[in-house]
């Protein structure tokens, strides 16, 4: 079974500027979740989707970030624009059921960010 | 408010003996609670689950305690393998009105000398 693909992997960008990342989940997983990793803490969720629709984004900075899963499948991230303060991992996860379960999640390699 | 805490140094074991890591949690209701490894360069990957009404779970070289009158989970590592190298976070869940989302731990790095 495939695991969870990200991409890029890695990201250089000047503060002010906007980038955007790409998430395919486990194939047949209906949530997808968005972490934001800074070095020396743990993942922070930004958001997370039930097939399409958005479960919770009460962390996500919606001035400057967005998130769309069209199609209930593959996702995007984009921040616009960018800060210094969000050079850190990107991780995208996946679940397998519905979004009140006990589920593990998978993670990608996540995209790492650095913001100049 | 909520905060999840997780031994603050970096453990440093030799091959063969016990890795104890401690996650201590507040302000927090927790239903379930998981335990994830981290290798550099890595998403977390995911090891156990112990739910609140369990005491202890085991997965081979992997044992987990959950006592929710301390708010504390005990993640235990026995003959410690120079592969078990790597971050460890716990990660709590608590049920809300429409999910189980994870909070995580910042995780303790765990080195085993050969």
């Known amino acids: 079974e495939a695991g969870v693909a990200q991409s890029p992997r890695y990201k250089i960008i000047e503060k002010r500027q906007s980038v955007a990342f790409w998430c395919n989940p486990i194939s047949g997983h209906a949530t997808l979740y968005w972490y934001q990793q800074i070095l020396g803490q743990g993942p922070k969720l930004l958001i997370q989707f039930q097939n399409n629709g958005v479960v919770d984004d009460s962390q996500l900075p919606k001035d400057r970030f967005s998130a769309e899963r069209l199609k209930g499948v593959d996702s995007t991230l984009k921040i616009q624009p960018a800060k210094l303060e969000d050079s850190a991992v990107y991780l995208c996860a996946s679940s397998g059921r519905r979004a009140n379960s006990y589920n593990e999640q998978f993670f990608g390699p996540g995209t790492r960010l650095t913001v100049l | 408010s909520q905060k999840i805490e997780q031994n603050s140094e970096a453990l440093n074991i030799q091959e063969g003996k016990t890795a104890t890591l401690t996650c201590n949690y507040t302000n927090y209701s927790p239903a379930y609670l998981q335990w994830y490894r981290q290798d550099p360069g890595r998403g977390p990957v995911f090891l156990l689950l112990?739910?609140?009404?369990?005491k202890e779970k085991r997965k081979e070289r992997l044992k987990v305690t959950f006592d929710t009158t301390l708010k504390q989970s005990l993640f235990h590592i026995t003959a410690s393998q120079p592969a078990d190298s790597a971050t460890y976070l716990c990660a709590l869940s608590s049920p809300s009105s429409n999910d189980y989302k994870l909070s995580f731990g910042a995780g303790t790095t765990v080195t085993v000398r050969a």
């Open positions: 112990i739910r609140e009404n369990e």
